[in-house]
């Protein structure tokens, strides 16, 4: 939307007959094409930044005519660069700058009535750049804020997901226990019934007396049973 709005508001500005926008990565120094009507790129998406014109025009927020930079910084560094403008059809390259930070450039093709861009043209480019470069880096901003939203939102969902799942897990493992102790405690209660009949019948005297050193130890024994 942002990209549209300023085609717009530079297409009646200055009825050409091609525009782009290109974001700058300042790390590789490379231009990737965000936003194109009419320029013939045949799928192409990145172009080399050139260090020269950097220097000379981009980082000064100076406008770049291209017909204007042929006559007079045409050579081995900017060769390959102009040459390429020039076959693309591209007439002008205004910065978007911020501070002294590089995000990116408006390019504009020829004009539909063929008249080359003038001093007040340059002039409304910088004021429209400037507030251009403003509003595409806050549309990039929400945009990213958005992205990380949504990523961090299927985070928690992946997240809720697990534990659920290990809840469940839980559940499962809480539920064996308990019928592993059911089934160890009656496996147990067996023999233990059987000892504590065998120590019962003894107490009573049924395998004969015993003496009182013998009888305390096995009451103990009866008892915890």
Known sequence: KIYRSIYKVLARAFR?????????????????????????LKGRKEFPGNDELHRLFIKKNEPIVVEEVKETHYNKKTKEIIDLLIKLKVEVLNPLNIKNRTIGLLVLGPKQSKDMYNDEDLMVLRVIGAQAAI???????????????????????????????????????????????????????????????????????????????????????????
């Open 135 to 225: 509003a595409i880096e806050n549309a990039w901003l929400f945009e990213e804020t958005k992205q990380f939203a949504e990523k961090l939102k299927e985070e928690v969902k992946v997240a809720t997901a697990d534990l659920r799942a290990a809840n469940e897990r839980l559940k499962q493992l809480d539920a064996a226990k308990s019928e592993f102790i059911s089934i160890a405690s009656h496996q147990l209660r067996t023999p233990l019934t059987i000892i504590k009949g065998y120590i019962s019948m003894m107490l009573e005297g049924n395998f004969g007396r015993l003496t009182k050193q013998e009888l305390e130890p096995l009451k103990k024994v009866y008892l915890s049973n």
């Open 16 to 40: 050409f007959q091609a525009f782009a926008v290109l974001a700058y990565d300042e790390k590789n120094k490379v231009y990737t094409v965000q936003y194109n009507r009419g320029f013939h």
